[in-house]
């Protein structure tokens, strides 16, 4: 029939959808995969970052696991992302419902606090540098004797430090992901709650808590595979001190690889972070269950 009238046969809308996502998998196979089977394929060589590349098997592989500051740098990782996740996971959860209310200032408030995730982490790390200061910060400057001591020299006190920045920049971000979160819970659910008797609290512990649940998933899964790449915040704030009390993995390859010009195991350090991450990141979609997915697909 359609030779007969000349017209081109109807082609179905889905055999033209694989060439809208060809542009996305291209992007994605030459910025992720490339360079992660690049990374993958160098912690099996020894290479200073200049001359010649020379294929040494599992040398690098040998060097990083038998080294003892290792577990260290793994134990930091693994605190700064437990205790930031305890930080952030409450607080961003209590202002992202508290900035889904209706009332106009509650806007406002969102839009200001989320300047802090327009700037850079190098920018912030600077800033806090010179406000924590012993002797040109802003405890001297006000003389107030609480804020004038040696926050970044000593180990306790400069986990804490990283810990109070992490929060500051990236709480808002999460804020966000949960006010939109909220903001989706249908309202008839409260209205249903509110004819029972029940108050903000027990609307809050009964009805938003779990309805949350999904996104509370989404929002740790940022957040703790994100805190694996803390590099420039830290090295900006600490440099890893005092005594590596803040030396994490990424930093402790930023340190073998371009300090050191040991880009072997510099890359099994990169490998190890990817498989953390990985396993981090299919645990917690494990804890959300299998419909996760399809869970924040309906409420989108």
């Keep these: 029939m ?23 998998l291209v992007v994605f196979v030459g910025f992720a995969v490339v360079p992660l089977v690049g990374v993958f394929a160098l912690s099996f060589t020894t290479w200073d970052g200049i001359g010649a590349i020379h294929p040494s098997g599992l040398t690098s592989w040998r060097a990083v696991l038998t080294d003892s500051g290792l577990p260290h740098a793994l134990w930091v990782t693994f605190l ?8 952030q996971t409450p607080l961003s959860i209590l202002l992202g419902t508290f900035m889904a209310g209706r ?25 806090y540098k010179a406000l924590l200061d012993p002797n040109f910060g802003l405890g001297a400057g006000l003389k107030i004797q609480a804020l004038s001591k ?10 804490g430090v990283v810990i109070f920045v992490v929060s500051w920049q990236f709480i808002p971000f999460h ?35 779990p309805q949350l649940k999904y996104t509370i998933i989404t929002s740790s899964t940022l957040m703790v595979v994100g805190s694996l790449t803390f590099f420039d ?12 009390a803040t030396r994490v993995l990424a930093l402790d390859m930023y340190k073998r690889g371009f300090q050191a010009s040991l880009m072997g195991p510099a890359s099994v350090i990169a490998v190890i972070l990817v498989l953390v991450g990985l396993a981090l990141a299919l645990l917690l979609r494990r ?13 989108a």
């Design 2 to 24: 359609s030779s007969l009238t000349g017209r081109r046969p109807h082609r179905e809308p889905r055999s033209i959808l694989p060439w809208l996502a060809a542009p996305a």
């Design 150 to 159: 040696d926050w970044l020299g000593r180990p306790g006190l400069a986990f």
């Design 103 to 127: 009332q106009r200032y509650r806007a406002v408030l969102g839009v200001v606090y989320f300047v802090p995730l327009m700037l850079s982490s190098a920018a912030i790390a600077i800033a």
């Design 80 to 87: 700064v992302m437990a205790v930031s996740w305890a930080v």
């Design 233 to 244: 915040l830290i090295f900006v704030l600490t440099e890893g001190g005092p005594a590596d």
């Design 287 to 299: 804890l959300g269950g299998r419909d996760a997915g399809a869970s924040q697909l309906e409420g």
């Design 175 to 209: 804020s966000l992901i949960y006010q939109g979160g909220v903001q989706q819970i249908p309202k008839s659910l409260y209205e249903a709650a509110q004819l029972d008797g029940a108050g903000r609290i027990r609307q809050f512990l009964s009805i938003t808590l």
